[in-house]
């Protein structure tokens, strides 16, 4: 690792967001909107329901924060490397001395920097509007966080990978993935609500295991490791692949010029 | 030179005519044999040669020759299907990092981010290079390529001449000891492609760099390269000054040679006897 040039890298980016309103816009908007919308929908819900509505408003306002991470730390990744694209600077960056892992490293920093913000501008929202304390889950918020950024930096090497693949094509699915995963990743309901077949798939994803053992904690169960620990397995996993797809897409790309297609068209 | 600069294209029973050859010392980047196919296309077909320190080569060729395919394979973007390149010594396959830091490049290909000052991009890609000051290297570039007055404005509002003389800037921060052109004076006023070739030509004076250059600007050409490789169809077609060139295919200048390559695709017939064919050692 070249902790000077990723240093440089990470100047980059926040000089991209911090030079560019729209950027500073579109990291704030988005989580706002939809902890607003999802914590009144819930509200309303509550006051027709019964006794037990509480405890799924404090799922939902839990799971929108969480899910968030995953989203901005693969947007991140994505994004960062769709910011080489759009600017042409694509060439520059791969015939600049940067190790493809220092490259990722920037961006899964820029992810931190990103998660961090709008974690805490959400944590706000949700302590004014909802009464929801994000802090209450103490530790097990850190090791949560750190297992859906892990695997938002999986789903985000795929993205580039698919990127660098298949061309400005696949740039909305940079957009999509983590929308892919998301219905099986059993986010806003317990992993048992899912079909036989799709809860196969969801106890494979790290991020349904974070949901269960939030799930149980605000149910007033004791912390279940066996959730974390699964899933940083599982995400040790995702990254080994994703990595090695990336790194094949790569030898792949330069093979066949797609790198020099993608950064000149 | 080695085997290196023996023409790959004699295997396909066309040798590339060879009219000049400069220096005896190892050449800083060595192109040797490579051939790039794209499925069924050949972008680049058995080519051959050096480049040495203080040495400017073009390399000319209509559009689709293959100069940008070569160019993108020394960078390492492309991966040549047979051949090695070779710089400073060094097999780009295994040592491609090692040859980056060394080298630099500006292509109209490429631009750096718009929302980014200029002094900032430049900062930026002097730590990427390793620049051990980037703040006072990039001052001194901006000096020296007459732009300090953009360093506080956004890359993407800059002129086309701005935007190339910034590029510039970038391709000489880490001193490069091989430096890549590609087509650096496109579409630039002749005044400030004036400057540019001026430029290129102190840059080689002061600083001795291997420089390749490419261009469809005849005057470019002339006036900065000691050696220019003709390619045509991914082969070296004929090697040697623009003067020995010009004489050896009988025009009367740089500019017809290029023109009736293109729309004939060959001059054979026409070469002169006298400059004939330098056989390699």
């Known amino acids: 690792m070249n902790f000077s040039v990723i240093a440089a890298l990470i100047t980059r980016y926040v000089l991209l967001y911090t030079r560019n309103p729209m950027r500073l816009f579109e990291l704030f908007f988005w989580p706002v909107v939809q902890l607003l919308v999802w914590g009144f929908v819930t509200i309303s819900l509550q006051q027709q329901g019964g006794a037990e509505f509480p405890k799924y408003i404090s799922f939902l306002i839990g799971a929108i924060i969480l899910w968030d991470a995953l989203f901005r730390s693969q947007q991140a990744v994505a994004i960062s490397f769709l910011e080489d694209v759009w600017t042409r600077n694509l060439l520059n960056i791969f015939a600049a001395p940067v190790r493809m892992t220092d490259y990722l490293a920037a961006a899964f920093g820029v992810g931190l920097l990103r998660v961090a913000i709008t974690a805490v501008l959400l944590a706000g929202i949700a302590a004014a509007a909802y009464a929801f304390n994000l802090l209450q889950f103490q530790a097990a918020l850190i090791g949560w966080y750190a297992n859906l950024m892990l695997f938002g930096w999986a789903l985000g090497i795929l993205s580039i990978a698919l990127i660098v693949r298949w061309g400005h094509g696949a740039e909305s699915l940079a957009w999509a993935i983590p929308f892919m995963v998301q219905p099986f990743a059993a986010v806003f309901y317990p992993v048992a ?18 949901f269960e053992g939030m799930r149980g904690v605000l149910a007033g169960k ?4 066996s ?8 995400n040790g996993v995702y990254l080994a692949l994703s990595g090695a797809l990336f790194a094949r897409t790569l030898a792949s790309a330069r093979e066949r010029g797609l790198l020099v297609k993608v950064s000149s068209s | 030179m080695k085997a290196l600069d023996r023409p790959a294209a004699l295997r396909a029973g066309r040798p590339p005519i060879r009219i000049h050859r400069v220096g005896v010392s190892e050449p800083i980047l060595e192109i040797d044999r490579v051939v790039k196919r794209f499925d069924d296309f050949t972008a680049v077909d058995g080519v051959s040669f050096g480049v040495h320190a203080g040495e400017v080569v073009g390399l000319l060729g209509v559009n689709g020759a293959g100069k940008t395919t070569l160019m993108n394979m020394i960078l390492g973007l492309i991966t040549p299907t047979e051949g090695a390149v070779r710089a400073f010594g060094l097999d780009l396959r295994h040592h491609r990092l090692d040859i980056l830091r060394r080298t630099n490049f500006c292509t109209t290909y490429a631009a750096l981010p718009g929302n980014l000052k200029v002094r900032h991009n430049l900062e930026i890609f002097a730590r990427l290079y390793g620049v051990r000051d980037p703040k006072r290297k990039v001052a001194g570039l901006l000096e020296l390529l007459e732009i300090e007055k953009l360093a506080d404005k956004p890359t993407g509002q800059l002129s086309a001449g701005e935007s190339t003389r910034v590029n510039l800037a970038k391709a000489l921060l880490n001193d490069p000891e091989l430096l890549l052109l590609d087509e650096p004076t496109a579409s630039l006023d002749p005044d400030i492609a004036d400057k540019v070739r001026k430029l290129v030509r102190r840059v080689q004076r002061e600083r001795s760099p291997a420089i390749l250059y490419t261009s469809h600007n005849m005057r470019d050409i002339t006036e900065v390269c000691d050696r220019v490789l003709f390619l045509h169809e991914g082969k070296i077609l004929a090697s040697g000054t623009a003067d020995e060139i ?21 001059l054979e017939g026409r070469a002169n006897a006298e400059t004939e064919l330098v056989p390699p050692p």
Request: negative net charge.
């Open chain 1, 193 to 210: 609500t899912l079909p036989g077949w799709m809860q196969w798939i969801a106890l494979s994803l790290p991020p349904s295991h974070v």
């Open chain 2, 246 to 266: 010009v004489r050896h295919f009988d025009q009367p200048d740089l500019e017809t040679v290029f023109i009736q390559i293109a729309r004939s695709g060959d």
């Open chain 1, 227 to 234: 959730h974390l620990l699964l899933a940083f397995a599982l």
């Open chain 1, 222 to 225: 004791p912390f279940d490791w």
